[in-house]
T-cell receptor, first 113, second 113 residues
């Protein structure tokens, strides 16, 4: 079945460590997005990519990095520079129809110990 | 900064009643409007989208858009306990080659049996 796969689902990290969250899609979508969600908050855009080898900063890019070497893959690295990384991270891709629907992965919950 | 505002709630309604959720947005260039439902700990799922002024109905859900007043609403008729979730309003702005979806913080809805 087509969809977006995020891994790991849960991740614990010590302070000062970098961690990479995986996002893979087999929907043949061009645009992909990373959002962060904190308790009681909406989704805030970290980075997005509209095409392979190109990506743009969102509203809260500081302390994060991404790459887009393949159409299917858009990994997010949470670096030690991110001061408060504990959050729920959601990866999404943009459907090709005119509805503009975002298709979401199941999310990755990162906890910094 | 493009902003999307929602009343955070919680909004409590009795089973069978109409739930009314509201959203305002700041950017007049916004083109498409979405309502996502998110259960606790899960990723958002699309319920409705609307482009044109007026009402759009889909089953028990009605989306209403008023571009002059810059607001969009979601009505849920015959509310059920399974409708209890957080409802996220999202707005697309498409310009300068980018395509970004901005989310509100969400309104938590509780349907009381």
């Amino acid at each position: 079945d087509g969809g977006i796969t995020q891994s790991p689902k849960y991740l614990f990290r010590k302070e000062g460590q970098n961690v990479t969250l995986s996002c893979e899609q087999n929907l043949n979508h061009d645009a992909m997005y990373w959002y962060r969600q904190d308790p009681g908050q909406g989704l805030r855009l970290i980075y997005y990519s509209q095409i392979v080898n190109d990506f743009q900063k969102g509203d809260i890019a500081e302390g994060y990095s991404v790459s887009r070497e393949k159409k299917e893959s858009f990994p997010l690295t949470v670096t030690s520079a991110q001061k408060n990384p504990t959050a729920f991270y959601l990866c999404a891709s943009l459907g090709k129809s005119k509805t503009g629907e975002l298709f979401f992965g199941e999310g990755s919950r990162l906890t910094v110990l | 900064q493009k902003e999307v505002e929602q009343n955070s709630g919680p909004l409590s309604v009795p089973e069978g009643a109409i739930a009314s959720l509201n959203c305002t947005y700041s950017d007049r260039g916004s083109q498409s409007f979405f309502w996502y439902r998110q259960y606790s700990g899960k990723s958002p799922e699309l319920i409705m989208f609307i482009y044109s002024n007026g009402d759009k109905e889909d089953g028990r859900f009605t989306a209403q858009l008023n571009k002059a007043s810059q607001y969009v609403s979601l009505l849920i008729r015959d509310s059920q306990p399974s409708d209890s979730a957080t409802y996220l309003c999202a707005v697309i702005y498409s310009g300068a080659g980018s395509y970004q979806l901005t989310f509100g913080k969400g309104t938590k809805l509780s349907v009381i049996p």
